[in-house]
């Protein structure tokens, strides 16, 4: 990766994951620069990250960053963008954004306009550097630009290039959220273990290891997934049991109903985070 300096507004969690993820790779830590508005959070910044730049200061960072990500919460990208905005247009960094909502055009105003601007959505496993993120850019970012970004996210897992920002939406439903769905399955199937009888640490246990490996072999595999299914599920068998009973209880169009639910959720908020900034 390019050695250009780094900003990060906001020191929270993803921030922590995608910095951690960066000096692993050796990116230099003199090249990182965090603002963090609480002063405790900040001490924990310094203590845990040797070199990096922290600062209380949003300004102060963005002028040492040529990329700058943007990682608070969507009600107060608005306003945090808007005092930004005389840095942004005397630098003109990179501006990438991880707050879920809120879309390019909406930031790029907020900002001054004129800007490169790439939004991402990451996840939860980011934490653990087994994140997935989707990511989409403006026409004012270079391919350059581009490539930067998404080296910067892959340092927290892979990246996926998405083509409109609507699909964002969709990469929202189906990985920002996603996490949660596999924590409900996992937590279905030690409930119903203890329930047959199992002990609860060992049906939970068997739980997470039979979705570690699943997801295991799925990602080592070029089989779709209905012929990984196949290979389990023998005609009369156990797996045949289970699989008919969900398919007759209309899992997928369950599954399928839940996901639209997230997605139009996540369109509703990118709207109300358009109005608020408005005022």
């Known amino acids: 990766m390019q050695q250009d300096s780094i900003a990060f507004v906001g020191g929270g969690n993803m921030t922590r994951a995608i910095v951690g993820g960066l000096l692993e790779g050796g990116h230099p830590a003199e090249r990182i620069s965090i603002a963090e508005p609480s002063a405790s959070q900040r001490e924990i910044l310094d203590s845990a990250f040797p070199g990096v730049f922290v600062t209380a200061g949003n300004d102060e960072a963005v002028s040492r960053g040529a990329s700058v990500i943007l990682a608070v919460k969507p009600q107060v990208i608005a306003s945090v963008c808007r005092e930004l905005a005389v840095a942004v247009r005397n630098s003109r960094p990179l501006i990438i954004s991880i707050a879920a909502g809120p879309r390019i055009a909406d930031i790029d105003n907020w900002l001054g306009g ?6 991402v959505m990451p996840n939860q496993p980011a934490l653990l550097r087994k994140g997935i993120s989707g990511i989409y850019a403006n026409r004012a970012t270079t391919p350059e630009q581009l490539v930067t970004a998404k080296e910067i996210m892959s340092a927290v897992g892979a990246v996926v290039t998405v083509h409109s920002e609507q699909d964002i939406d969709a990469v929202t439903a189906i990985s920002g959220s996603g996490p949660a769905y596999f924590f409900l399955l996992i937590d279905m199937l030690a409930e119903t273990g203890a329930n047959l009888g199992l002990n ?22 070029d089989c779709t997934m209905n012929e990984l299914i196949a290979r389990v599920r023998s005609p009369g068998g156990t797996t045949a049991a289970a699989l008919d009973s969900l ?15 997230a997605r139009d959720r996540a369109i509703v908020l990118a709207d109300n985070a358009h109005t608020s900034g408005q005022d």
């Not at 609860?200 to 595999?221: F, H, K, V």
């Not at 398919?247 to 639910?261: H, K, P, Q, Y």
Request: proline share 0%; net charge neutral; aromatic share 2%.
């Open 114 to 119: 004129g800007n490169a601007v790439v939004r």
């Open 247 to 261: 398919e007759a209880s209309g899992i997928r169009d369950i599954f399928a109903r839940a996901l639209t639910a």
């Open 200 to 221: 609860a640490d060992a049906a939970r246990q068997l739980a997470i290891e039979t979705a570690c490996g699943a997801a295991t072999l799925a990602q080592s595999s």
